[in-house]
């Protein structure tokens, strides 16, 4: 079982709303990592982070903001929830990278699902 | 162009008899291949990787992958499924950017 929280995991809300969706390991993993999943579709990467005060975005644009101050802690704020928006949200987060030699496998959390109306 | 290819989007196999998802993909150099599953209401849990080696490769959950360099293809197989074995099942492979590429999904139903 993966120790990778999200929440909330589902929420119901209104246009113009400014949201932060939560995730949080305690694995002590440097890099973390936000994916965009909508049913039938490829999960898209939309930021990532490889350490502490370090955040990049990923190949999929994205209207959400993410931050990295503390290891076990990558929150996604949106600023203005638009219908767009509505779609799941997945964290996680892995030991070693992809890169330089590195096969990290990836621990997910389960999700938060958003809904703007 | 960098892919991922999971043409079935769902696949039924009567519990016992054996399964396959298929995957292929398109990247230059050596690939990087993985598999997830996705179990309703849950997290994506990974389930094996091809890196290099043996070009067939065991995981977890009696799950096995079977890499094809000519075929660029990364079929996931298991010899004899069980109905807790429904789930939608995903093929990644390594960009050159060092992050993931996904395919859209399999979801895979078992009949008792």
């Known amino acids: 079982e993966a120790d990778i929280y999200q929440t909330p995991r589902y929420l119901v809300i209104g246009t113009g709303k400014k949201i932060t969706l939560e995730c949080s390991q305690t694995?002590?993993?440097?890099?973390m990592y936000w994916y965009q999943q909508d049913p039938g579709m490829e999960l898209h990467l939309i930021h990532y982070s490889y350490g502490v005060n370090s955040t990049e975005k990923g190949d999929l644009s994205s209207e959400s903001t993410v931050s990295r101050i503390r290891t076990e802690h990558f929150p996604l704020t949106l600023e203005s929830a638009r219908p767009s928006h509505t779609s799941q949200y997945l964290c996680?987060?892995?030991?070693?990278?992809?890169?330089?030699?590195?096969?990290?496998?990836?621990?997910f959390g389960e999700g938060s699902r958003l809904t703007v109306l | 162009a960098q892919s991922v290819a999971q043409p079935e989007d769902q696949v039924n196999v009567a519990e016992g008899n054996p399964l396959t998802v298929k995957c292929t993909y398109s990247v230059s150099g050596n690939p990087y291949l993985f598999w997830y599953v996705q179990y309703p209401n849950r997290g994506l849990q990974f389930l094996l990787k091809?890196?290099?080696?043996d070009n067939l490769v065991k995981g977890s959950y009696g799950f096995e992958a079977e890499f094809n360099k000519s075929q660029t293809s990364f079929h996931l197989k298991k010899p004899s499924a069980l109905v807790s074995d429904s789930a939608l099942y995903f093929c990644a492979v390594r960009a050159s950017n060092y992050q993931l590429i996904w395919g859209a999904g399999t979801k895979l139903i078992i009949k008792p």
């Open positions: 091809y890196i290099t080696g």
């Open positions: 694995m002590g993993h440097d890099k």
């Open positions: 996680a987060s892995s030991e070693y990278g992809l890169g330089l030699g590195g096969t990290g496998e990836l621990f």
